[in-house]
């Protein structure tokens, strides 16, 4: 199949850089299919680690990068990630792509604390703010949705008509924030002692109007039809990687709704992002080997008492020995994540949503000298047992209990490279994950290096 896409299995933030990275070797073409300036992807090359929020992982490997209409660009961001590269990427944007500016933060911002402000920070099931990135993501894709949001196309072109779309926009979301009681502001955030701070900002219509203009000057040389592209790159029998963002359950139809992002995650969307028939395709679900969140909304087997955000004074020691080791802190945000131990209900239903040839585990080695290990097989809501996953029932998930089953921990197995040489407890971990979703494990990442890394007989093209 000349046709790979790599899609996040839980809530984002699995580790789909490295497992991209990888693949895009032997790819001709890198296109990123879905999502903005919220979701940061961390890649590892040699001693230096490279975090990029919107240029695809192929322009690491100066492969051909494209960016797909279902993507919302923030410009001024893309430009400053262009620059780290002295502007010198092979990188095509499609002109249907929709833009992010200034009004759609400010936006996010204000509903953000509207609805924090009703709730009273209480988060937790489906009420209260979402906690997004506050990068404008879902402003931007309604505006698309309403006919009224801004193109690359009209970006990178005549400056009349783009200030003229800048100035109602601007105008209308002022608007509604007005309607909110609230002021025309940008949040700036900050990481202050280790703590998340988000600054006010004032924001004018001059600085949008302006923004858009330079920024579009900048990016129109890059501008390219990516659907026609990688279809003829398909038909020609070229290798292509279908790159996605965020994870399964922040999936605007099947995830925790409204805890959700506003685009499309699912492998199956992946076509419509792109614009190509569904071509025969390789899907590589990507699993963390404990899952982790960014946001409000349940997880069941959280170790963080549901706190949002988190507070480690009521965490459990296993939660901050994680989240401590991995790091786990957005890469957009900073904010910590929170930490569970292992779902299978959850993976259940994401390998029913996008239907996994493959699965790539991911910082495995970060579970060693845990032991037990517990791994939730089963909920138990309202007296009931069931192993399916109700994603659209955020009240019935803050209710339900997890149903663990203990699993012998392992030593650190940072060093070892082939399957045959793990400890026994790492092997029946591989093994539930096989049974569970009835794809193999053949891809297993125990370091963040690229050579820390088992291949189980993957081939990335067949």
């Known amino acids: 199949m000349p046709v790979l896409t790599i899609v996040g299995a839980l809530w984002g933030d699995e580790g789909k850089g490295k497992v991209t990275d990888a693949v895009n070797e032997e790819a001709d073409l890198i296109v990123k299919t ?16 490279v975090i ?64 924090d402000i ?72 900050k990481i202050i002692e280790g703590k998340y701070i988000i600054e006010d900002v004032p924001l004018t219509l001059e600085q949008c109007e302006e923004l858009a203009v330079e920024s579009g000057k900048k990016l129109k ?39 959700v992002t506003s685009s499309d995650v699912r492998a199956p969307a992946v076509y419509t992002a792109v614009g190509i028939p569904a071509f025969p395709m390789k899907v590589v679900g990507i699993v963390k080997a404990y899952p982790t969140k960014v946001g409000s909304g349940p997880v069941v087997t959280c170790l963080d008492c549901q706190k949002w955000p988190v507070d480690e004074s009521v965490s459990d020691p296993v939660a901050k020995l994680i989240r401590g080791r991995g790091k786990e802190f957005g890469a957009t945000t900073g ?38 290990l517990k791994v939730c097989t089963a909920y138990e809501i309202d007296g009931k047992t ?44 591989v093994e539930l994950i096989e049974k569970t979703t009835g794809a193999p494990v053949s891809i297993i990442s125990v370091g963040p290096e690229r050579n820390q890394t088992i291949f189980r007989d993957f081939k990335a093209f067949e």
């Open 386 to 429: 069931t192993d399916k996953y109700p994603g659209w029932d955020l009240d019935a998930l803050a209710r339900a209990k997890p149903v663990y089953t203990e699993i012998e921990g392992f030593p650190d197995i940072s060093n070892v490279r082939k399957y045959e040489d793990l400890p026994s407890g790492a092997k029946k971990f």
């Open 335 to 372: 904010r910590a994540r929170r930490v569970g131990w292992p779902d299978m209900v959850v993976l259940k239903y994401s390998q029913q949503l996008n239907g996994f040839t493959d699965i790539a585990l991911t910082r495995f080695d970060l579970l060693c000298d845990i032991n037990p």
């Open 52 to 115: 990029l929020h919107l240029l695809p992982s192929g322009v690491l490997r100066k492969k051909r990068s494209l960016l797909a209409q279902n993507i919302v660009m923030r410009p001024e961001l893309l430009c400053k990630e262009l620059e780290e590269f002295n502007w010198d990427v092979d990188l095509g944007i499609d002109p249907r792509l929709h833009v992010t500016l200034p009004y759609h933060l400010a936006l996010d911002y204000a509903r953000e604390k509207a609805a």
């Open 221 to 259: 040389k890059y501008m390219a039809d990516v659907s026609s592209e990688v279809y003829d790159a398909v038909k020609a029998g070229k290798k292509v990687v279908l790159q996605g963002a965020q994870g399964t359950l922040l999936d605007i139809a099947f995830g925790n709704y409204p805890k």
């Open 34 to 49: 879905n999502g903005g300036a919220n979701a940061g992807t961390t890649y590892v090359v040699g001693d230096k680690q």
């Open 118 to 189: 009703k709730a009273k920070g209480d988060n937790k099931t489906s009420g209260g703010a979402i906690g997004t990135t506050l990068s404008g993501i879902g402003p931007t894709y309604e505006q698309q949705k309403s006919r009224a949001g801004i193109r690359f196309c009209d970006l990178c072109g005549d400056e009349t008509k783009l200030k003229a779309k800048v100035k109602s926009n601007y105008e209308y979301v002022k608007g509604i924030i007005s309607q909110l009681g609230l002021e025309m502001v940008m949040p700036d955030r």
